[in-house]
């Protein structure tokens, strides 16, 4: 079974400041790796993702995620916080192998950036 | 390039009566799954359909059925609505096939409202 872990219900950072938000995964194999956002009454929007190669991984806005294989982690980062991404934010796995699709959402971490 | 697109937007429903959603993918997405979430909660992987077959299921009761058309575009189906059932309906297409793997796209969602 493949899950994911989002230890923090809420980050707060000041705007300008760099921001953080935590995930842990469990897979029995190679995970791929998915960081969405979304803000309110609205669906997801794909950030980034992990699938093979280069640990660090740029995505939109100027986000990045390092994945750690050996802590199981695959934090979501960004230099500079803005006042726009203050929003919802999911992390995701898949676990490939089988050939299975599902995709399995943590609870979310909402993010508010302070002016 | 549309994107995913689902409708109804919004929806009101009585306890016990059925509920039909509908989803279009991604043009070029021949794959789609549907999720349920709760307020407050991360998406929840209700089913997943592929060549007009439903290919993985979550732990949601025979209530809840879909099909899927020639087309791609999907139904979810859910009898004998419960209070339980008001929740966000995502609808997210990939590709199932490819070198590379894709991301999910999300529709923006069908809100439910069971009374």
């Known amino acids: 079974a493949q899950s994911v872990a989002q230890p923090e219900d809420q980050v707060n950072v000041a705007e300008g400041n760099p921001l953080t938000v935590k995930c842990t995964y469990s897979?029995?194999?190679?995970?791929?790796l998915f960081w969405y956002v979304q803000y309110p009454n609205r669906g997801l929007q794909f950030l980034l993702k992990y699938i093979t190669g280069d640990n660090l991984v740029k995505g939109s806005y100027g986000f990045e995620a390092e994945f750690n294989k050996s802590q199981t982690s695959f934090h979501l980062k960004k230099p500079s916080a803005l006042v726009s991404d203050s929003a919802l934010y999911f992390c995701?796995?898949?676990?490939?192998?089988?050939?299975?699709?599902?995709?399995?959402f943590g609870i979310g971490t909402k993010l508010q950036v302070i002016p | 390039d549309a994107g995913v697109t689902q409708s109804p937007t919004h929806l009101i429903k009585t306890r016990g009566q059925q509920v039909t959603l509908r989803c279009s993918p991604k043009s070029g997405h021949d794959t789609v799954s549907w999720y349920q979430q709760a307020l407050g909660q991360g998406p929840q992987f209700i089913f997943q359909?592929?060549?007009?077959?439903?290919?993985q299921r979550g732990n949601f009761p025979d209530r809840f059925s879909g099909h899927q058309f020639p087309n791609y575009s999907s139904e979810l189906n859910v009898n004998a609505l419960l209070l339980g059932d008001s929740a966000l309906y995502l609808c997210a297409s990939s590709l199932r096939d490819s070198i590379s793997y894709t991301e999910a796209f999300f529709g923006q969602g069908t809100r439910l409202t069971v009374v």
């Open positions: 897979v029995s194999g190679n995970p791929y």
């Open positions: 359909y592929y060549e007009e077959e439903e290919r």
């Open positions: 995701a796995v898949r676990d490939p192998s089988g050939g299975y699709q599902k995709v399995t």
